[in-house]
């Protein structure tokens, strides 16, 4: 129990263009749900936490215009990339929680995108 | 700003070895989840402790919270290649998100 689904799982764009990353919770509704990026052999860097119905709230630094997040349902959030640059290359995970409670997170297999 | 401190950020052991990673802060939480990550995936739930002082075993994993609830500890008997891996401890703020460690990669050898 308790699977969340990332897609794409990778993606390539150019610069400029926009990405959208969607993450879903399969078995389980998901009370909130969390985005986050990873640097390669760092640990997880919160970006925006998600309520379903509400507007995301960003964590300080993170540009809430460039990315874009939509928690339409109890079981899908998306975040989308917008103008990508190359500094944007990166791991993006999501992550949800209300199986047992806002503690656990149940997270997606992650989206490497690479912005050429 | 709440901080957990991994220690020690990376671990070469050989199969066989035990190991003891630790996780640390000054705040107190009032629930700490440990994951681990391998490359290319996402985090997976292992534990969550919640009680001062509890321990928690997963087969070979050993699972400890603090007695006041402010730090953790995980340690591996008889570590094996599938060990290998980014183990992560986060920490419940109380304010709808959690507080990630810096992680501790672990490489374990045949």
């Known amino acids: 129990g308790a699977v969340v689904s990332q897609h794409p799982s990778r993606v390539i764009c150019k610069s400029g263009t926009s990405v959208k990353i969607e993450c879903r919770s399969l078995?389980?509704?998901?009370?909130?749900m969390f985005w986050y990026r990873q640097f390669p052999k760092k640990s997880l860097m919160l970006m925006a936490t998600s309520n379903e119905g509400s507007k995301a709230t960003y964590e300080q630094g993170v540009e809430k215009d460039k990315f874009l997040i939509n928690h339409a349902s109890l079981t899908l959030s998306t975040l989308t990339v917008t103008s990508a640059h190359p500094e944007d290359s990166s791991f993006y995970i999501c992550s949800a929680a209300g199986v047992r409670g806002i503690n656990e997170q149940y997270f997606g297999p992650g989206t490497r995108l690479t912005v050429t | 700003t709440q901080l957990l401190e991994q220690s020690p950020q990376f671990l070469s052991i050989q199969e066989g070895e035990n190991l003891t990673v630790y996780c640390n802060s000054s705040?107190?939480?009032?629930?700490l989840q440990w994951y681990r990550q391998e490359p290319g995936e996402g985090p997976v739930l292992l534990v969550t402790v919640v009680t001062g002082g509890e321990v928690k075993k997963l087969k070979r994993l050993t699972f400890q919270f603090g007695d006041a609830r402010k730090d953790s500890s995980l340690h591996i008997t008889a570590a094996q290649p599938g060990d290998t891996g980014l183990y992560l401890c986060?920490?419940?703020?109380?304010?709808?998100?959690?507080?990630f460690g810096d992680g501790t990669t672990l490489t374990v050898k045949p």
């Open positions: 705040s107190v939480f009032s629930s």
């Open positions: 078995d389980f509704q998901a009370t909130t």
């Open positions: 986060a920490g419940d703020t109380n304010a709808g998100k959690s507080t």
